[in-house]
């Protein structure tokens, strides 16, 4: 029997400019989620914090995503901060001094290394300069976090699988570039849909535009819910 709650393999991305209106995204969201991620776009604005503070304190679990990259001294002390406020997972980008830093500090939060991006494609890797397959890279990345001591990996749906198989089940997987059939992908590459990421082996999904843009958000996440209740019994 699996540890992870089944409710809580949905993770609602509030991407929404204020904490304010992620407070009324919440609320209108209701009992359909209970675990929400707070992200870049919500740092930047006021009141990160107290947002994350308020979630915790009403019973949800929170997943801040910073995606940490810096030097390893700044990364540590960044995640020492953060430390202590209830917070279940967070990301750091897979570089092997960062995550290393990471772990060192992380207490009881889950560390997550961001392998990479969905929004990234093979083009764009060549394009950068990385002549190898991006799934390759994918797996590298997974394989040092596991290494180095981090709880789990964000990576696309159409990698887990290949993860899961290398290195077992220890690394969470948690999957972003969620679309339903024919949804609009918009600036996301690397998508599957809700059923094909926790058939391939994800532990989580992110969901962000497909819920917060819908006409009823709610009713959005109720039927994202409604098919992993099909796919784990409990
Ligand atoms: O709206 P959408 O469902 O595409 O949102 C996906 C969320 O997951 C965004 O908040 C984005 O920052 C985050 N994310 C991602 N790809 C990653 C890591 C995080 O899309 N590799």
Partial sequence: MSLILRRERLIAALDVPTA????????KLGDSVSFYKIGLE?????????????????????????KLHDIPETVRRAVANLRGRGVT???????????????QEKGDIKLLAVTVLTSTS????????????LEDLVLARARAAAELGCDGVIC??????????????RLLA???GIRPEGGDVADQKRVVNVAQAFKNGADYIVVGRPIRDANDPAAAAASIQATIAGIFPS
């Fill in 156 to 169: 696309s749906g159409l990698e887990v699988a290949g993860i899961k198989a290398k290195l077992g089940t």
């Fill in 20 to 27: 304010a209106e992620a407070r009324q995204l919440v609320e």
């Fill in 42 to 66: 919500l740092s930047t604005s006021g009141g990160y914090f107290e947002l994350l503070d308020w979630l915790v304190k009403r019973g949800n679990r929170v997943f801040c995503d910073l």
């Fill in 89 to 103: 997972f967070l990301t750091v980008h897979a570089d092997r001094g960062v995550m290393g830093a990471a772990v």
């Fill in 174 to 176: 948690v999957t972003p």
């Fill in 122 to 133: 093979q083009a764009d890797l060549a394009e950068q300069g990385y002549a190898g397959k």
